[in-house]
């Protein structure tokens, strides 16, 4: 291998765009067929549709009533007869123990609010960013954007995405695949993991991680050798406007900045800073319009909503936050060991509704863990990167309040799915009839997933239940 990874190799513009645009079209019809029914309309968990519309009307709060009150944030403001304002959520009706937005605890006797002026401000805490690709869509259609089309299109679209990307690294001698295991290799991206059965959804959640894929494989592709800092700063703040824990990403742009080839930069300090200042200058802007907004809505910059989730009313989130060392041990069990339940008799197999086990549903993960010697410097360098970013992404979501429920799979590994992918691909280990058929599998555990989550209730155990019961 040489001292540095080569260029691109050139390419026609037919051999550039043939493959990706027939992959596009056949995952658009793939994803399509597995959403069925659910592309006549749109999908019953439309957060960032009303959001969009908000916006639209001038807004953060909502315009329009939520349908439901599955995961809005809100909260209380009244007017007391004193005159007074106040906005909060209760934490004791019965006593009239009230905390302000600001922390304090009030007492309020329900004589002192005037009923004539109060009311429930509902708001969307999820990160805003698919809302904002939403807007052209909204304006033209209100509040009837059909979301799950929407993420439809980014889940096609992110198929492509991965398959440049590999063809990326390939070109570069990063991973000296051919066509042929890069085609596995995307196959097993849009329809061996998660990916497959999140972008059939629509639905708030499920558009998050989409959309946030979306991002996340265009800011790896802008990020490569540092090539694009100003295109890589845009897709990173776009990705953590969506999903919040790809800000983590950013050590990847930073490690090709500072330690180019492998080696500690030595040398054209000058250069560097440039290429740091175009990367960080969108991501500061969007970052503090980001904080502006949770200022405007909860008054507090830090505070972007989940707080006030079912009106702060979450026994978990108010005795131990939203990030705690308590909730380690059962995030861990959701993404490693939860596997479902086999029975004698029909259906067969339930599954918990905290998902189960990455290696369930992708065993081939387990070659990650077998990957040939480095042969070079640069070739342990970007070995080292890709774990190190897996790690710096997906740290958070292990102390987080929730386990993804409710979920087919554990849904937070999408955001760095797309970095596992390419440690397969640079782990340059051959891709056995073994390794095929475990692609094979997992396509066939996720194809399942896609078709019965949400539709099928007899497959899965009822309620929150998170181990088997007896």
Not at 87 to 95: A, C, I, N, Y
Not at 228 to 241: D, E, K, R, V, Y
Not at 302 to 328: C, D, M, P, Q, W
Not at 396 to 403: C, G, S, W
């Amino acid at each position: 291998m040489s001292a540095t990874f080569d260029a691109p190799k050139a390419r026609t513009w037919q051999q550039r765009a043939l493959i990706p645009c027939v992959l596009f079209a056949v995952f658009f019809g793939l994803l399509s067929a597995l959403s069925w029914e659910r592309l006549a309309k749109q999908s019953p968990d439309a957060h960032f549709v009303y959001l969009a519309n908000a916006w639209l009307d001038g807004s953060l709060q909502l315009q329009k009533a939520p349908p439901h009150r599955n995961d809005w944030a809100s909260y209380e403001w009244m007017r007391l007869k004193s005159g007074q304002e106040v906005k909060g959520v209760w934490l004791d009706r019965g006593t009239g123990r009230f905390r302000t937005l600001g922390g304090e605890v009030l007492v309020i006797d329900r004589g002192e609010v005037d009923h004539r002026n109060k009311e429930t401000r509902y708001f969307v805490s999820f990160p805003p960013g698919p809302a904002a690709l939403m807007l052209p869509l909204a304006a033209v259609w209100g509040y009837e954007v059909n979301d799950v089309l929407f993420t439809l299109f980014f889940g096609a679209l992110n198929v492509v995405l991965m398959f440049l990307l590999l063809r990326r690294f390939s070109d570069g001698g990063r991973s000296g695949r051919g066509l042929g295991e890069n085609l596995w290799l995307t196959v097993l991206f849009g329809a061996g993991t998660v990916h497959l059965w999140c972008a059939v959804q629509g639905q708030v959640w499920f558009t998050a991680l989409v959309v946030g894929a979306t991002c996340m494989l265009l800011y790896l592709l802008a990020s490569i050798d540092a090539r694009h800092p100003l295109l890589a700063g845009i897709f990173l703040a776009m990705g953590f406007a969506t999903r919040t824990p790809l800000l983590f990403a950013c050590v990847f742009f930073f490690a090709y900045v500072l330690f180019p080839g492998g080696r500690l930069r030595r040398g054209e300090w000058k250069q560097a800073a440039v290429k740091l200042g175009l990367f960080c200058l969108p991501c500061l802007i969007v970052g503090l319009l980001l904080l502006y907004q949770n200022h405007l809505r909860f008054e507090s910059f830090s505070e972007f909503g989940h707080t006030y989730l079912a009106g702060g009313s979450i026994g978990r989130i108010r005795k131990f936050g939203l990030f705690n060392v308590h909730f380690l041990s059962k995030n861990l069990s959701a993404a490693l060991t939860l596997l479902p339940r086999i029975q004698p008799d029909a259906p067969y197999v339930k599954i918990s509704r905290h998902g189960m086990s990455l290696l369930l549903t992708t065993p081939v993960w387990i070659y990650l863990f077998r990957p040939l010697p480095r042969e070079s410097r640069e070739d342990a360098f970007t070995w080292r990167l890709l774990w190190f970013t897996v790690a710096a992404v997906g740290t958070p979501a292990l102390f987080y309040q929730n386990t993804g429920y409710e979920q087919f799979g554990y849904r937070f590994s999408l955001d760095y799915t797309p970095l596992l992918v390419l440690l397969l691909a640079v782990g340059r280990r051959p891709l056995t009839w073994v390794f095929k058929a475990l692609v094979i599998f997992g396509i066939l555990v996720n194809t399942f997933g896609a078709v019965t989550f949400k539709r099928f209730d007899q497959f899965y155990l009822p309620g929150a239940t998170f181990f088997d019961p007896d």
